[in-house]
C-alpha cells in the first residue's frame, strides 16, 4: 500500500467534528465563535446526536454567526461513537477538508491546542493524538481515581495493539482525509473503546511499521477533567471484554 502523499507548503484546510448531546447548557459558544474568527482556515462541525434537550436549537442559532461553524443533525441518538464517525464521514464528504479531527464539547482540551496538532500533521504524520500527560510546564488535571484507572487501561490496550500508544481515549484527535475515508466507513464494534478500535484499524489497513511511524501522540499543555461526563469509573471496569473483542475482530 502506498503512503499517503502529502504536501506541506500549504495551510491545510481542516474540518474539527465536535459530537454533542444535551450539551445546550455546557456548549461555550463564545469560545467557539471567537476562535474561528481568529482563524480562517479552521471550521467546526457540530454533530447533535439526537439531543433531548434544545442542543439542536442551540447549534442552529450558533451556527448563523459564523460561516466556519455548522451542524450535522443526526437522528435517532447513536451514541458517541456513531456520531463520531458520521460526522467523520460527512465532513469528508461534503467540505473537502485537508485534515478532520474529532473534538470532546466540554473543551476539557482547549481549543489553541488545535493548530499546534494541525502543525505536526502538516510534518507528515497521518494521525495526531492528544496526549494526557501530566509534567512540569503542562496544566494538565485529572482526578486521581480515572488518572490511575487510565493508565492501567492504557497499558493493557498498548498491549493488545502491539503498539506503543501512552494515551488512546484523549477526546482530541486529527486525520489525514484519506485515512478517515479508509478507515470510518464501518461502524464501530465498542460504544466506548472506539479510540482503540481506530488504532486497530490503522493498523490493519496500513501495517504495524507504518503505524509506528505515522501515529503522533501529541503531548497537550492543558487539559482539565471536566464535570458532566457520560463516561463513569465503573465503565473502565468493562474494557478489558471490550478489549478483547477488538483483539478478536480486527486480528
Known sequence: MSDIITNCNREMKTIIVVPCYNESKRLKQEEFLQFVQQHDDIEFLFANDGSRDNT?????????????????????????????????????????????AFWDADLATPLNEIPLMIGWAERGYDVVMGLRLMRLGAKVRRKTTRHYLGRCFA???????????????????????????????????????????????????????????????????????????????????????????IRRHYR
Open 155 to 245: 497499558t493493557c490496550a498498548s498491549i493488545m495493539l502491539h503498539l506503543p500508544v501512552y494515551d488512546t481515549q484523549c477526546g482530541a484527535k486529527m486525520f489525514r482525509t484519506q485515512v478517515v475515508r479508509d478507515i470510518f466507513p464501518e461502524q464501530f464494534i465498542t460504544r466506548w473503546l472506539f479510540d482503540v478500535e481506530i488504532l486497530a484499524r490503522y493498523k490493519k489497513r496500513y501495517g504495524e511499521e507504518h503505524a509506528i511511524e505515522k501515529i503522533y501522540e501529541f503531548p497537550l499543555f492543558q487539559w482539565i477533567d471536566v464535570d458532566g461526563s457520560q463516561l463513569k469509573s465503573r465503565d473502565f471496569f468493562k474494557a478489558p471484554m471490550e478489549l478483547l473483542k
Open 56 to 100: 439542536l436549537e442551540v447549534l442552529q442559532q450558533l451556527c448563523e454567526k459564523h460561516p466556519h461553524l455548522n451542524y450535522y443533525d443526526i437522528q435517532p441518538n447513536g451514541g458517541k461513537a456513531e456520531a463520531v464517525r458520521k460526522g467523520m464521514l460527512y465532513a469528508a464528504d461534503t467540505m473537502n477538508p485537508d485534515l478532520i
